[in-house]
């Protein structure tokens, strides 16, 4: 009972920074976890980072840590990555999600190219 829209997405260059945002409609975001996955060609999908409810993180990927940061706005139903000293191996479609549902939208591509 969520609809989710990602954006924020671009192209930028190495060492630079970006902030996703999830933009959430439904009754029940303030009360599930969510969660930020990427998906790069030829790639499965991987949880990068997850949020609870209350806004504690708690789940960041080996590769993103100390990197990326989760955090989530219940007042205004979004939830943001921000994304600092990007590498290539970043890009990726971004997608953000309910922890518990397998429902995607269409994410937002981030490349990360000099």
């Known amino acids: 009972q969520v609809q989710l829209v990602e954006s924020g997405g671009g192209l930028v260059q190495p060492g630079r920074s970006l902030r996703l945002s999830c933009a959430a409609s439904?009754?029940?975001?303030?009360?599930?976890?969510m969660g930020w996955y990427r998906q790069a060609p030829g790639k499965q999908r991987e949880l990068v980072a997850a949020i609870s409810s209350g806004g504690s993180p708690t789940y960041y990927a080996d590769s993103v840590k100390g990197r990326f940061t989760i955090s989530r706005d219940n007042a205004k139903s979004t939830v943001y990555l921000q994304m600092n000293s990007l590498k290539p191996e970043d890009t990726a479609v971004y997608y953000c999600?309910?922890?518990?549902?397998?429902?995607w939208g269409q994410g937002t591509q981030v490349t990360v190219s000099s």
């Open positions: 439904g009754s029940i975001f303030r009360s599930i976890s």
């Open positions: 999600n309910g922890l518990s549902s397998r429902t």
